[in-house]
């Protein structure tokens, strides 16, 4: 709070960045002070029914669910708190830099690039990442840029090797032209001028583009591409025996800054191509692993003290970005403990609506802008600028690794290419390096979640470390987004399940978290508890929907006193979500869809997330990193695009979805005939009737999925026969324990 004061009143005439409070602040205190009573109102509630009125064990049963579900829902609501009692808004003013510094005192920068797999992360997606970035406003020398192909793969080697021959020429025209989209994909799809010199580039781009998607195609790199002995002995590292699961080192100089040059000329950045040593019998630690890898191979190298980490589906779209990084590294206030500058991720090619909500403006925008009041942002894996030094030990104390040439401190002075220099990195890059070493605990990216981004930045907040979250109108990255409802919840069962692992591990937030971070840590139970939101969900989407079938009212009777309680809980709620959405740039169609996901997830990725959670917890299976796919298919994306749900291959995800689906509407279906009818008690059953018609008409795709649609993306037959049978078995059940 402190800093936060002295930044917004020290607005000297030169500032570099500015912090302002937004003035939602005060009607949010407000509103959690009364939603909290109203919350203890609903829990006073309860305990009545429970103790006074639930005679027969169905009916305990059913109240003690209900209890449950709104505990949770109580519980992520509260902790959604830390993220609305102190939002603010940033802004950098790169303008201002020069005078505080020179161009030539700028912190070396050296961008981490992740790819783990040639098939379902096309190697053109890594490459223009890479020359978005390579291509960045900043001075040439001080850039390296590394890439970590866990995918072991001489494909990957190949694209970058032509990566590298093209950026002789694209840096200069992008210097030359003040090109803005630097990234060459979206350049050339962009409204740009045509002159003769873009279509030559252009020719170079798309010449450059059949070339390594034709060796993927064929699966080797054929003779015909190659050019040198140079590089067919490297190429040569890939013997037969070099599988993806295990095979040596192998770091590949691309490009060094301090011998290449681009056509006119200039130096060039240097390019780095690792891939680490992979053993069967050793953890490699999915990506933080990857990435404590680059951490020693760049500090054998290049050492620079700023540290971007980028995924390969993520370019940067303004090239000044390094800028604005600068604006908060170079303020004395903010310097001595931060750890990281976080941009939002966002996503180019959604749909109008965004159907899948893979905006995650909730995540990546508005509880950002609420922990910045805070310590900082949550660090999302992608987009962040790290100084280098936070990840060795807390603010105070340094953690020195085992041997001093990996010290953030420590001074490069050979060329990166020597005997020498190669030799360490490949020493640090070895699978049993971090044997017995701080690596993955004290130091570095931590290891034990899936979620290694959200457990890293975690961790340093609760080292006392802080964030900044840097926001400007020109999203300076975009990303890919799964086009498909299964890649999407698998992704999200991943997150489930890694950040399940941190809820119920020694440094939970409930427990190790309160204590180092306050009200901060609320907001890191909110998503170390996600999962579960399932909870509530199943019991919503199911229970009273059951009950309905069956005639039995289980909420307040419309003339009742606790029915407004229930409306009040259930709008105020809502409207806040809403609000909270639309004030940060969101459309209600994109809400909409946001509030629909959420309800999916919780009745798939969530629930199979737990499962799998506590199937892995009892040690009968093991969760891995199963890499989101990156592949667009042309029909795919065309449906895509009319926002229509693709549900693709059959997948037993989707079977509690449908089941709750097919209840809903019967329910509903059923309640709306008595009315017809007019018989039953529709005082009683007005809330049930309101929820399974809300659920129903949040269904609409799922109806049209299973029997409305005949194009490749629709439900699988198999898989609606299941659900539809169990669905009609839940019910004879429970009318038979009804009755
Ligand atoms: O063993 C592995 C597995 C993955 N990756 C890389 O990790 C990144 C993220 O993988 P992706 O399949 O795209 O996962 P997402 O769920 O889309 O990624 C989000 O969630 C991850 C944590 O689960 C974070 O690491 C990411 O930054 C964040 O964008 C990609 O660049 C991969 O190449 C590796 O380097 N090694
Ligand atoms: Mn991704």
């Known amino acids: 709070m402190g800093s936060l004061r002295r930044c917004t009143t020290s607005t000297t ?19 959690a002070a009364v939603y909290t009573c109203a919350i203890f109102a609903l829990l006073y509630h309860h305990a009545q029914t429970l103790l006074l009125h639930s005679k027969t064990l169905v009916c305990f049963s059913m109240s003690l669910s209900l209890l449950l579900a709104d505990i949770v ?23 201002n830099l020069e005078k505080v510094t020179k161009r030539s005192e700028f912190p070396g920068l050296d961008v981490f690039i992740c790819t783990a797999d040639p098939y379902k992360e096309p190697p053109m997606g890594a490459v223009n990442t890479a020359l978005s970035v390579m291509a960045y406003d900043y001075p040439t020398e001080k850039l390296s840029v590394y890439l970590s192909d866990d995918g072991g793969s001489v494909l990957t080697l190949f694209a970058f090797m032509e990566a590298a021959k093209f950026a002789s020429h694209w840096l200069p025209f992008c210097r030359k032209n003040d090109v803005v989209e630097r990234n060459p994909h979206a350049y050339f799809a962009s409204n740009h001028s045509r002159s003769s010199e873009t279509e030559n580039i252009k020719m170079m781009y798309e010449s450059m583009k059949v070339r390594v998607e034709h060796v993927l195609e064929m699966g080797k790199v054929s003779d015909e591409y190659i050019t040198s002995d140079q590089e067919r002995k490297v190429f040569d590292k890939w013997t037969d025996g070099f599988t993806r699961q295990d095979h040596p080192t192998v770091i590949q100089v691309l490009l060094e800054s301090s011998k290449d040059k681009d056509i006119t000329g200039n130096y060039l950045p240097n390019l780095i191509y690792v891939t680490r040593e992979k053993s069967k019998t050793s953890h490699h630690y999915f990506k933080a692993g990857a990435l404590n890898v680059l951490l020693r191979v760049s500090a054998t190298m290049s050492n620079a003290p700023i540290v971007l980490t980028l995924d390969c589906d993520m370019y940067s779209n303004d090239p000044q970005t390094p800028l604005r990084v600068l604006c908060y590294v170079f303020d004395p206030e903010i310097r001595p403990t931060l750890a990281f500058v976080q941009f939002p991720q966002r996503f180019g090619g959604l749909n109008k609506n965004d159907i899948y909500a893979s905006e995650f403006k909730r995540l990546f925008e508005i509880n950002p802008i609420g922990f910045d009041g805070l310590r900082g942002s949550n660090y999302v894996g992608t987009g962040a600028f790290f100084c280098r030094r936070a990840l060795f030990g807390n603010p105070s104390t340094f953690v020195s690794p085992e041997i001093p040439e990996l010290s953030p401190n420590h001074a490069v002075k050979e060329p990166i290419n020597s005997l020498s220099i190669l030799s360490l990195a490949h020493h640090v890059a070895a699978c049993n390096y971090e044997n017995q070493t701080n690596w993955g605990s004290k130091m570095g990216f931590r290891y034990g979640s899936l979620v290694e981004d959200y457990y890293t930045g975690y961790r ?16 300076a990255f975009y990303g890919d987004a799964p086009t498909n409802l299964l890649d999407m919840l698998n992704q999200q069962k991943r997150w489930a399940i890694g950040l399940l692992e941190v809820a119920f591990s020694k440094y939970s937030p409930i427990t190790f978290g309160i204590r180092s971070l306050g009200l901060m840590s609320l907001g890191y139970a909110h998503l170390a508890f996600w999962a579960s939101y399932s909870i509530p969900i199943s019991v919503y989407g199911f229970l009273p929907q059951l009950a309905l079938l069956n005639g039995i009212s289980i909420f307040p009777k419309v003339s009742e006193p606790w029915f407004f309680l229930y409306s009040f809980l259930f709008v105020g709620a809502y409207v806040q979500d809403f609000l909270d959405f639309v004030l940060e740039g969101g459309t209600f169609g994109k809400w909409w869809n946001d509030q629909r996901i959420w309800m999916i997830k919780g009745l798939s990725s969530y629930l199979f997330g737990v499962t799998e959670y506590l199937l892995k917890s009892l040690g009968i299976s093991a969760a891995g990193f199963n890499v989101t796919s990156k592949v667009v298919d042309d029909e795919l994306s065309k449906r895509y695009d009319q926002e229509i749900f693709e549900f693709g291959l059959p997948s037993p995800i ?4 449908i ?14 005939l008595q009315i017809i009818r007019g018989v039953g008690d529709m005082q009683g059953l007005f809330l049930q009737m309101f929820l399974s018609g809300f659920v129903t008409v949040n269904c609409w795709p799922i109806y049209e999925a299973i029997v409305l649609r005949s194009d490749k993306g629709k439900m699988h037959a198999k898989v609606t026969i299941i659900a539809a049978l169990l669905a009609w078995a839940l019910y004879t059940a429970t009318s038979l324990i009804f009755k």
Do not use: Y
């Open 13 to 31: 005439t030169t500032p570099l960045n500015t912090v302002e409070p937004l003035r939602r602040t005060v009607p949010n205190r407000v509103f």
């Open 73 to 95: 829902l109580a519980f992520m609501w509260a902790t959604t708190q830390s993220f609305r009692m102190r939002p603010v808004h940033r802004s950098e003013h790169p303008e």
């Open 460 to 475: 340093l907040h609760c080292e006392g470390w802080r964030s900044v979250f840097c926001h400007p109108m020109r999203p």
């Open 654 to 657: 989707f079977v509690p979805i």
């Open 659 to 672: 089941m709750a689906a097919i209840l809903n509407f019967f329910s509903f279906l059923w309640g709306f």
